[in-house]
Antibody
Framework: QVQLVQSGAEVKKPGASVKVSCKAS????????MHWVRQAPGQRLEWMGW????????KYSQTFQGRVTITRDTSASTAYMELSGLRSEDTAIYYC????????????WGQGTMVTVSS | EKVMTQSPATLSVSPGERATLSCRAG??????LAWYQQKPGQAPRLLIY???TRATGIPARFSGSGSGTDFSLTISSLQSEDFAVYYC??????????FGQGTKVEIK
């Protein structure tokens, strides 16, 4: 079946970086865009950026510009999200999510990766 | 950035009753609107896209309507598994794609 499986929880110190992976299976990875969305405790979902898994083109939210990098490895059907300069406000669950073909809605979601930033 | 506002924050409904949730955009998003359901400890689940099209496998009791700035999600007869938080999301024009703050549907 179609699924996205993310890497495990992370605990980081302020100023550090974190890299979260998202392995896709059950579909042709390069045919769909992959987005990253985060959810801080008690907050709304927040879109971070996307990657065209076919050609590697990316687009990021201005909120994270300069701190976030999304990449992919087509041979491994895996997308990655790296966030640098971590601060306590970055404590959140990070989701990868597949874009519904032809629409910028998100039909398949990873299970989420909890990232905790604490000194 | 297009701001999305949902109301009410919490909706108390008895099983079998109808629930109507609202989502308002700060500027027109056409029909470029999706709805998601999220249960505790789970990722969101796509229910509706293009304002009124049900996603694959979504029961017919879920329906969406609206265009421009005002949208609604209706659950015609609430089942026990429908008690959750619901989010709207716009995808009009250019990013960032933004979400509402959510409506929690709880058991009355």
């Amino acid at each position: 079946q179609v699924q996205l499986v993310q890497s495990g929880a992370e605990v980081k110190k302020p100023g550090a970086s974190v890299k979260v992976s998202c392995k896709a299976s059950g579909y042709t990875f390069t045919n769909y865009a992959m987005h990253w969305v985060r959810q801080a405790p008690g907050q709304r979902l927040e879109w971070m950026g996307w990657i065209n898994a076919g050609n590697g083109n990316t687009k990021y939210s201005q909120t994270f510009q300069g701190r976030v990098t999304i990449t992919r490895d087509t041979s491994a059907s895996t997308a990655y999200m790296e966030l640098s300069g971590l601060r306590s406000e970055d404590t959140a669950i990070y989701y990868c999510t597949r874009e519904l073909y032809g629409y910028i809605a998100f039909d398949i979601w990873g299970q989420g990766t909890m990232v905790t930033v604490s000194s | 950035e297009k701001v999305m506002t949902q109301s009410p924050a919490t909706l108390s409904v008895s099983p079998g009753e109808r629930a109507t949730l609202s989502c308002r955009a700060g500027q027109s998003v056409g029909i470029n609107l999706a709805w998601y359901q999220q249960k505790p400890g789970q990722a969101p689940r796509l229910l509706i896209y293009d304002a009124s099209t049900r996603a694959t496998g979504i029961p017919a009791r879920f329906s969406g309507s609206g265009s421009g700035t005002d949208f609604s999600l209706t659950i015609s007869s609430l089942q026990s598994e429908d008690f959750a938080v619901y989010y709207c999301q716009q995808y009009s024009g250019w990013p960032p794609w933004t979400f509402g703050q959510g409506t929690k549907v709880e058991i009355k």
